[in-house]
């Protein structure tokens, strides 16, 4: 085996910052001692930020297997030399031998090819259709173009990409393998398996030229959910979304093979908060905020989202519930995933922490003091009585949402807020509860569920969706639970008429109106704020929303 040393990376960082649950020790063990399939850039790296302090000598010694070499304080990254052919494509070179005595050696140059056309369509998919910048030039190279050498790796090995260089913007390689036909890759053809980890680790590439600090759960989470936006039809994430959606009670920035199936959390951005520009322009804010010494990930995504009038919170706690309902009807809107059948082939909806079964005149209450932030707790709920259900914020900001399941076909009726009643008059299928962690001003976060007798509602009116409208139609969902005639206005703010609506309802059911932006004349109204009106027989509620036309 023989490298060369061509250049290097040197981070200096605060050990403690990155990988909060993943050590040095940890990565070690998992590219050396793992029988699982690695994805090793994220070990690899992680012994490159923080050094190999934490092992032992002999341990120190075997990180010469996958390319490194401890030098003082420095980690120097190396190259092979013993690959004696290339091949270039528009941008990239390709390193690899046919030498067949070498354990590198692969099989023929037509593997070679196939595996250029792959990177070439993934060059043309991250940087002409998402938008991205291409990784940094390696100063040190003759050639402008991005290297990836085909050599044997470790069984357990997908690929290999290196950051390098020093400062928050770091240039690289990449080390694929000279096959994909071993048995532990047997789930996926040789193409998809070159396919799926090309555009991951091209991300990778990427990612490191935006801000080489960044913590790895972002950067795994988003190289992972690429691969399916790219190779929609291979789904190699379906392997790692279980470990996501089974433990909802471990934070969503935990770093090691959890953070792989976080890739659902970008998959649910894709899909109802702005779509993969969303994705770039986190990465985007991630470069602007680029410090060696801070966690910038929720900072850089929140103001992306905040472009799309959410934030990281809101998409956080829209994606638990979506989570549970795991519907890709129509119906469920903004908590439906297109996927939703394919996932329910390998996930269930996310373990319960407890089950309530409330009776009239019981008092039920749990006191909890596990979570930490962005973990969340899911609780079932069962009940022939209305019930009120309170969190009260023992230490720290959290969010409750409660999700019902009518009897009636797809449909569910989502409420959010400290204070919530449910009435099972309506006819319900089942009921989830969601308490979870937010704000980041807190070590520990603990709070207490109540429920207590509630009260049987004459109709709820739900908070329109989606509120900015953004040029899309305007959702008004209400339930009537007693019979009686149903009045629904939207008016301006001066009072003016924009448009009305009369029903009568005999029987307990959930109503979805929707409302295009247009008056009761058939024209488009102006931007502003609106209030919408409803009245029953005995009550009035009331909801504002701010109507925004679609802009060019």
């Not at 070439?120 to 050498?149: A, Q």
């Not at 890709?328 to 996932?343: L, W």
């Not at 996930?347 to 003091?369: A, L, Q, R, T």
């Amino acid at each position: 085996m023989i490298w060369t040393n061509r250049s290097f990376l040197f981070i200096s960082i605060c050990s403690g910052l990155y990988g909060r649950e993943l050590s040095v020790k940890d990565s070690y063990d998992a590219l050396f001692h793992s029988s699982d399939i690695v994805h090793a850039t994220l070990h690899l790296n992680n012994i490159i930020r923080q050094g190999a302090n934490g092992l032992t000598d002999f341990e120190k010694s075997r990180l010469s297997e996958i390319g490194l070499s401890v030098r003082g304080d420095q980690i120097i990254a190396l190259k092979r030399t013993n690959l004696d052919q290339t091949y270039d494509t528009d941008h990239f070179r390709f390193y690899y031998t046919l030498d067949a005595s070498s354990t590198d050696a692969v099989e023929n140059e037509d593997y070679v090819i196939a595996m250029g056309d792959v990177f070439e369509e993934v060059w043309i998919f991250h940087l002409d259709s998402m938008g991205f910048d291409p990784p940094p030039p390696n100063p040190n190279n003759e050639h402008d173009l991005y290297e990836i050498y085909i050599e044997y790796l470790s069984p357990q090995y997908f690929a290999l990409t290196y950051g390098e260089g020093s400062g928050s913007s770091c240039y690289g390689f990449i080390k694929m393998r000279n096959s994909y036909t071993a048995s532990q890759f047997n789930n996926h053809t040789e193409l998809e398996n070159i396919q799926v980890t090309a555009v991951h680790e091209f991300f990778h590439a990427i990612q490191f030229g935006y801000n080489c600090y960044e913590r790895f759960w972002f950067m795994e989470a988003s190289a992972t959910w690429s691969e399916d936006e790219l190779y929609d039809d291979v789904n190699d994430f379906y392997r790692y979304i279980p470990n996501f959606f089974s433990n909802p009670d471990k934070a969503i920035n935990s770093e090691g093979t959890f953070m792989y199936g976080t890739c659902i959390f970008f998959q649910y951005i894709d899909e109802h908060l702005g779509g993969p520009e969303t994705i770039r322009t986190c990465w985007e804010y991630s470069s602007e905020y680029a410090t060696p010494v801070n966690d910038i990930s929720f900072k850089a995504i929140d103001a992306a989202l905040q472009e799309n009038n959410s934030s990281f919170e809101n998409a956080y706690n829209q994606m638990r519930v979506a989570n549970q309902i795991l519907s890709s009807s129509e119906n469920a809107r903004m908590y439906s995933y297109e996927e939703a059948d394919g996932y329910l082939t390998v996930v269930s909806p996310p373990p319960k922490e407890d089950y309530f079964f409330f009776e009239k005149g019981d008092i039920e209450s749990i006191d909890n003091f596990s979570l930490q932030l962005y973990e969340s707790h899911y609780y079932s709920l069962a009940t022939e009585t209305p019930v009120s259900i309170s969190l009260s914020e023992v230490k720290g900001e959290f969010s409750l949402t409660s999700i019902v399941k009518t009897s009636a076909t797809d449909q569910w009726i989502v409420i959010s807020g400290n204070d919530l009643n449910i009435d099972p008059k309506i006819g319900i299928e089942w009921i989830t509860l969601i308490v979870s962690a937010l704000g980041e001003d807190e070590n520990d976060w603990d709070y207490t569920l109540r429920l207590v007798d509630g009260y049987s509602e004459d109709f709820t009116f739900y908070s329109p969706y989606p509120n900015p409208s953004m040029g899309n139609i305007v959702n008004f969902k209400f339930q009537v639970i007693t019979e009686q005639t149903i009045e629904f206005r939207i008016v301006d703010i001066l009072g003016h008429e924009i448009l009305n609506f009369s029903n009568h309802y005999s029987e307990p059911e959930v109503v979805t109106l929707e409302w295009n932006g247009k008056n009761k004349n058939g024209q488009r109204v102006g931007n502003g704020t609106y209030l919408c009106i409803m009245e029953g027989d005995s009550n009035q509620r009331v909801h504002k929303i701010t109507y925004l036309k679609k802009s060019n």
